[in-house]
C-alpha cells in the first residue's frame, strides 16, 4: 500500500493533456456574446480536475488486490445508488425528464451512473477472469450478463439511452478481451441486430438466414440455437411496439439522427447547428474563443454535448485531429496496459475501462456530425460535468496502477 | 480465460486496428466536413448571424415647372420585429400592444406582412409618433428584436391642392404583391397608389438598401454596426413636371368651397398641363402610410364625391362646347359655306318629324350663320347642320377627333369618354326602333356623348393650334401631336372669331371678358337627368397665339357663364393680366 508513485509518462501525458484541453474548451464554451452562467462553470471544472487528479494520486498507492478485494462492495454500492435515482432522480440538460442525476433539494450532486460505468467494468472483470476458460456457450455468460444487465435495465428505466449504449459496449468488449470467440458475439447480440433490423421486413429476413448458418456452424448447445431463433424472432416482432413505448424525445431523437432536416427547429437544430459550426470551422479553425456559432448561441449545450462541435469550430480541422490523435495515443497506450497486465484481472479492468471511453468518444464525437444519434453522452476529459471527470480520474489512477504492476514495469520488475 | 499471451497479443493487435479504423473514420468525417465542404457551412454560418435589415430609399422629389416642390420625403420612425415564428410575433405583439397603441387590424397586418416574408423585419407601424419611439428607445434592452429605424415619409407640402394629379403613396398591398409588376417588391414597402405617383412609380421609387445586423440565435442584434458594409440606398432622380404650381394653388382658390366640378389647363403649342384641379380635393398626406378609416369614410360619404376626379374621370355631356366639334365636322366635308344659314330660322325652336326641338333661347335667333351660330349657341342652327352632316359622317368625325378615346395624360385614373363607334351603336341599343333625333342631339354635344374634361381640353387644344391636338403632359415625356382635321385658313378664323364672339357682348360668356386680352371659348351646359344641369365652358387666350386652353366642368352649374368666370380667372392669373374682377351672375 505504500509502494512509490508509478507513472506510465504516455497515459498520464495523454489523460492531462486531454484535461488541459477540455478545461480550455469549457472556458471557450462559456465566452458567449449574452453571457450565461456557462462563463464560470470552467472554475468547477478545473477544481473537479484538481479533485480527480488527487483521486487518482490516491488509487496510485493502491494494489490492484486491493482493487479487486472492493469489487464487489463498490459494485454493489453503485447499484445503490442508481436504484435510487429511480426514486429521488432529476433531469438535467438535454434529458430535462430524465432521472439521471441524484440531489438534495435543487442542487444535484452528481450522476451515479458515471461512478457505475467504472464499477461495472471492475465488477465484469471480476467475473470474468474467475472463470478458468472462455465462455464457449450463452449460459455460461448469465453471470457477466447479470453483473451489466442490473445497471443497464435501472439506466433504461430512467431512462437514459446513451449510457445503456455504452454498457452494451463495454460488455462486448470485455467479453471479446477474455477470449469469447466471435460468432458467439454475434449470437448475443443477434436479438439487438433483430430489433434494428426489424423495420426493414428484406432486411430482418436476410439477416434470419444468415444467423440460421451462423448457429449451424456455430453449433451451440441445441436448446440454446432454438431459443435464440425465437428471441430473434420476437425481438423482430417486438421492435414496433418497443417503438411505441419509446418516449417522444427518444423517437424524435432517432428520427433526427436519420434525417436531421426533418425537425430544423426542434430536434434537428442541435445537429444541423452543430454541424454547420464544425464545417465553418475550416482547417484551422476561428481561433479560440471566438467561434461565431457558439458566441452567439447558435450551437446547444457547447460546454456538455456538443463540445466537440466548440473545438470544431474554434481550432479547426487541425485541432480536431490533434484531439483525436490524443485520444488514440491514450487508447493504445491502454491496450498494451491490458496486454502486458500482470492478471487476468488487472488485463480486463484497462481493457474495460478503455472500451467505455471509446464508446463515449465514438458516439459524442460522431453525434456532432450527425454520424451518431443523440444520446447525451458527454466527451471523456472535455465535456463538462463533475462526476465524469472524477471517474474518469479514478479510471486512469487504476489504469496508472495496473501499468505499474504489470510486465515491463519497473514495479514488476522488482516484485 | 484464455490469456494465453499469444492470444492476448492477438486480440490486442485486433483491437488496436479497431481503434485506428475507428478514429480514422472520424478523421475522414471531420476532414470532409471542415476542408472539404467548407465553403458551404461558412455561408450557412453568415446567414445564421447576419440579419438583413432593409433601409428604405427616398422616393423621387417632384417638382413643378419653376423647380417648386410638389412632393417630397421627411424623415419618420417606422417600428419593425424579427421574429422566428408567427407564434413568436403574435407573442411579441400581444407584449408590446399597450405601448405601442395598436389595434387588432394593426396587429392582423403585422401578421400577414409576416406570412408574406418571414425573414425580413416586420414592420409594425409605418409612421411612429415620436412619443412611441421615444418610450421604445427607453425600454431598448426589453425588446432586443425591435427595430427602429428612420425612414423617408412622403410628404405634400400643398396637399390637398396638389392631390387631383400627384396621388398618394401607401403600403402595398397583396394583391399588388402578386402583380408581375411589382415582382421586386417586397411586404411593408411604400408604392405609387394613384396619379404622378403611381404613373412614375419605375422611376420615383428608389433602390432599397440593406444594412446587416450581427444578431445571436435568439434574434438579438449583438453588436452596434454591422460585420458587412452596408448597401446604402440609392434615392430615386427627382421627376419634372409641368405643372405651374402658382396657377395651381390659384385654381384652387377659384373654386369656392361650395362648388364642385373639374378644372384643367394647357398649354396647347406642347400639351404641358399647367394646372389640373378636381374639387372638392382630399389631402394626401392623411392618405401617407395608411389611410385612417374616418378619414376615408368620410370621403366616401361626402355627396360631392371628392375621390372621384372630375377632370379626368368623371364624364359629362358637352353640351354646346362640342357645337365646334360639329362645325369642324361638316368644314371639313365641304357641307357648309362660311356665310351660309340653314333652311330654317331659329324661333326658338325647330320642328323635325313629330318633335318639336328647343333652342336653348326660347327668344330666338332668326339666320344665322357659323360664325353667329358659334356666338350665340343656336341650337337650331347645329340641329340643321347635323342634319346637313348625317349621323354616320358625324360619328366618324367624332371618332377621328378622338371624342371616344383617352386624351392620353399620364394618369393611370383617365377614364374613356363615350362615345358611338358606329351607327350600329344605336342599332343595338334600340334595335330598328331610332330616329333620326338622335343626329339632332348629337350635334348639339347631347345624346351618346359623354366627354372628360381633359379630352374637352385636349380638343380644343387642336382648335387653337389649326387641328393639332396635343397628347396632353403632367411630366415631361415625348411630346405627342396629332393632326386631328384639316380646314382652310378662312374656315379656322371663322371657327375662331365665333369663339372670341362668345366672349364679347352679347355673346355667351360676355360676362367673363377681360379687358385687355382677347379670350375665345365656349360654354356649354350639360343636361343632367339627375338633378341640376352641369356647366362647361372651354377657352383658350390670347386668342391669336393661343399660350393656354383652360377647361372647366362645374357639376350642377346650370349653365357655362359661371365655369367661364372660372376659366377667364385663370386665364388671367397665368397671362398676368387683370386683376378681372367678374361679377359672378348668371349669364
Known amino acids: 500500500m505504500s509502494r512509490p508513485i508509478v507513472s506510465d509518462f504516455r497515459l498520464l501525458a495523454s489523460a492531462g493533456l486531454l484535461s488541459l484541453l477540455g478545461v480550455a474548451m469549457v472556458y471557450s464554451a462559456g465566452q458567449t456574446d449574452t453571457p450565461t452562467a456557462v462563463a464560470h462553470v470552467y472554475k468547477s471544472q478545473i477544481l473537479w480536475l484538481l479533485i480527480g487528479l488527487g483521486f487518482a494520486y490516491a488509487v496510485t498507492h493502491s494494489s490492484v488486490r486491493f482493487i479487486e478485494w472492493m469489487t464487489v462492495p463498490l459494485y454493489a454500492f453503485s447499484i445503490f445508488l442508481l436504484a435510487l435515482t429511480l426514486v429521488v432522480g432529476k433531469g438535467a440538460g438535454t434529458a430535462a425528464s430524465t432521472k439521471s442525476w441524484l440531489a438534495i433539494g435543487s442542487h444535484r450532486i452528481g450522476q451515479p451512473s458515471e461512478i457505475a460505468k467504472v464499477t461495472v467494468v471492475l465488477m465484469l472483470a471480476k467475473v470474468l477472469s474467475a472463470r478458468r476458460e472462455s465462455a464457449r456457450s450463452l449460459l455460461d455468460l448469465w453471470k457477466p450478463a447479470i453483473v451489466v444487465g442490473i445497471p443497464w435495465l435501472i439506466i433504461m428505466l430512467q431512462p437514459d439511452l446513451g449510457t445503456g449504449i455504452v454498457f ?56 440454446e440455437g432454438i431459443v435464440l431463433m425465437v428471441l430473434n424472432v420476437a425481438t423482430g416482432v417486438v421492435a414496433p411496439i418497443m417503438w411505441e413505448k419509446l418516449a417522444p424525445y427518444q423517437q424524435n431523437r432517432l ?44 450551437l446547444p449545450e457547447q460546454h456538455t454535448d456538443f463540445i466537440f462541435a466548440v473545438v470544431g469550430e474554434e481550432l479547426g480541422f487541425i485541432g480536431v485531429a490533434v484531439v483525436l490523435s490524443l485520444f488514440l495515443w491514450l487508447f493504445l497506450r491502454i491496450v498494451q496496459v491490458a496486454e502486458r497486465a500482470n492478471d487476468s484481472y488487472s488485463s480486463l479492468v484497462a ?14 464525437v460522431g453525434m456532432t456530425l450527425n454520424l451518431m444519434p443523440i444520446t447525451g453522452i458527454p466527451l471523456p476529459f472535455f465535456s463538462y460535468g463533475g462526476s465524469f471527470m472524477l471517474a474518469s480520474w479514478l479510471a486512469v489512477g487504476v489504469l496508472m496502477r495496473i501499468s505499474g504492476e504489470g510486465r515491463g514495469s519497473a514495479l514488476s520488475l522488482r516484485s | ?89 403574435r407573442g411579441a405583439l400581444s407584449q408590446l400592444a399597450s405601448t405601442l397603441q395598436l389595434d387588432p387590424a394593426q396587429i392582423s397586418a403585422a401578421i400577414r406582412r409576416y406570412r408574406r416574408a418571414p425573414t425580413r423585419p416586420t414592420v409594425i407601424l409605418p409612421d411612429a409618433s415620436i412619443d412611441i419611439v421615444s418610450v421604445l428607445e427607453e425600454h431598448r434592452l426589453d425588446y432586443p428584436r425591435l427595430i427602429i429605424q ?25 394583391s399588388e404583391l402578386n402583380d408581375p409588376k411589382y415582382a421586386t417588391y417586397k411586404p411593408g414597402q411604400e408604392i405609387g397608389k394613384a396619379g404622378l405617383e403611381k404613373q412614375y412609380e419605375s422611376i420615383l ?40 404650381l402658382d396657377l395651381q394653388k390659384f385654381t384652387v382658390g377659384v373654386f369656392a368651397d361650395s362648388l364642385q366640378g373639374g378644372a384643367i389647363a394647357i398649354d396647347p403649342n406642347t400639351g404641358e398641363v399647367l394646372a389640373l384641379y378636381s374639387a372638392p380635393s382630399w389631402d394626401p398626406n392623411k392618405f401617407t402610410g395608411g389611410i385612417p378609416a374616418d378619414y376615408y369614410k368620410q370621403l366616401l360619404d361626402d355627396k360631392r364625391r371628392p375621390l372621384v376626379n372630375k377632370a379626368i374621370q368623371g364624364r359629362y355631356p358637352p353640351g354646346s362646347t362640342f357645337k365646334l366639334a360639329t362645325s369642324v365636322i361638316a368644314l371639313q366635308n365641304g357641307l357648309v359655306g362660311l356665310k351660309d344659314h340653314m333652311p330654317s330660322p331659329c324661333t326658338g325652336g325647330f320642328q323635325y318629324g313629330s318633335r318639336y326641338f328647343r333652342c336653348w333661347d326660347k327668344r330666338g335667333h332668326g339666320y344665322q350663320d357659323l360664325e353667329g351660330a358659334i356666338k350665340h349657341s343656336c341650337d337650331v342652327y347645329f340641329y340643321q347642320l347635323g342634319l346637313k352632316v348625317g349621323l354616320s359622317k358625324l360619328i366618324a368625325g367624332g371618332i377621328s377627333m378622338t371624342m371616344r378615346d383617352k386624351s392620353g395624360i399620364d394618369l393611370p385614373e383617365e377614364n374613356q369618354p363615350y362615345w358611338p363607334y358606329a351607327i350600329d351603336y344605336y342599332n343595338k341599343k334600340y334595335g330598328r326602333n331610332w330616329s333620326n333625333a338622335e343626329t339632332l342631339n348629337l350635334a348639339i354635344g347631347q345624346g351618346a356623348n359623354s366627354q372628360t374634361v381633359v379630352n374637352m381640353a385636349k380638343f380644343y387644344s387642336a382648335l387653337a393650334t389649326q387641328g393639332q391636338a396635343p397628347r396632353p403632359e403632367i411630366a415631361h415625356l415625348v411630346p405627342q401631336r396629332k393632326q386631328i382635321y384639316n380646314l382652310s385658313k378662312q374656315q379656322d378664323s371663322v371657327l375662331l372669331e365665333g369663339l372670341k364672339a362668345v366672349l364679347e357682348a352679347g355673346g355667351t360668356a360676355g360676362a367673363s371678358a377681360i379687358q385687355g386680352l382677347t379670350l375665345a371659348g365656349k360654354t356649354g351646359t350639360a343636361q343632367n337627368t339627375g338633378g341640376a344641369d352641369h356647366g362647361w365652358f372651354v377657352g383658350f387666350a390670347p386668342a391669336d397665339h393661343p399660350k393656354i386652353v383652360v377647361a372647366v366642368l362645374l357639376e350642377f352649374g346650370l349653365h357655362g357663364s359661371r365655369a367661364a368666370h372660372i376659366a377667364s380667372a385663370i386665364i388671367g392669373h397665368y397671362l398676368k393680366v387683370g386683376p378681372i374682377t367678374a361679377v359672378m351672375d348668371e349669364g
Open chain 2, 205 to 244: 421609387h428608389g433602390k432599397e438598401g440593406v444594412r446587416f445586423d450581427e444578431v445571436d440565435a435568439r434574434g438579438r442584434p449583438v453588436r452596434g454596426e454591422g460585420p458587412r458594409p452596408d448597401l446604402n440606398a440609392e434615392g430615386a432622380p427627382p421627376l419634372y413636371t409641368n405643372i405651374d
Open chain 1, 168 to 223: 452494451i459496449g463495454i460488455f462486448f468488449a470485455m467479453l471479446f478481451w477474455s477470449g469469447v470467440a466471435w460468432p458467439l458475439l454475434i449470437l448475443i447480440a443477434s436479438p439487438a441486430i433483430s430489433l434494428i433490423l426489424s423495420f426493414s421486413v428484406g432486411l430482418w429476413g436476410a439477416w434470419f438466414f444468415i444467423l440460421l448458418a451462423l448457429v449451424l456452424w456455430y453449433r451451440p448447445y441445441l436448446i
Open chain 1, 351 to 364: 481493457f474495460g475501462l478503455m472500451s467505455s471511453w471509446f464508446v463515449h468518444v465514438l458516439v459524442n
Open chain 1, 255 to 298: 428520427k433526427t439522427f436519420l434525417d436531421p432536416t426533418a425537425d430544423v427547429r426542434g430536434s434537428g437544430y442541435h445537429v444541423i447547428q452543430s454541424k454547420v459550426a464544425i464545417g465553418s470551422g475550416g482547417l484551422f479553425g476561428q481561433g479560440f474563443t471566438l467561434g461565431t456559432q457558439k458566441r452567439l448561441a447558435f
Open chain 2, 150 to 174: 428612420s425612414v423617408p415619409k412622403r410628404y405634400y407640402p400643398d396637399g390637398a391642392a396638389v392631390a387631383s394629379f400627384v396621388g398618394y403613396t401607401g403600403e402595398i398591398t397583396e
Open chain 2, 1 to 89: 480465460m484464455s490469456f494465453h499471451p499469444n492470444d492476448v497479443a492477438r486480440r490486442a493487435r485486433m483491437s488496436s486496428l479497431a481503434l485506428v479504423l475507428g478514429f480514422l473514420f472520424l478523421v475522414g468525417a471531420f476532414f470532409k466536413t471542415q476542408v472539404i465542404q467548407n465553403r458551404q457551412y461558412v455561408m450557412q454560418s453568415e446567414e445564421n448571424r447576419l440579419r438583413p435589415i432593409p433601409l428604405p430609399a427616398p422616393r423621387g422629389v417632384i417638382y413643378d415647372r419653376h423647380g417648386a416642390v410638389i412632393a417630397e420625403n421627411l424623415p419618420a420612425y417606422s417600428v419593425s420585429i424579427t421574429a422566428p415564428t408567427v407564434d413568436s410575433l
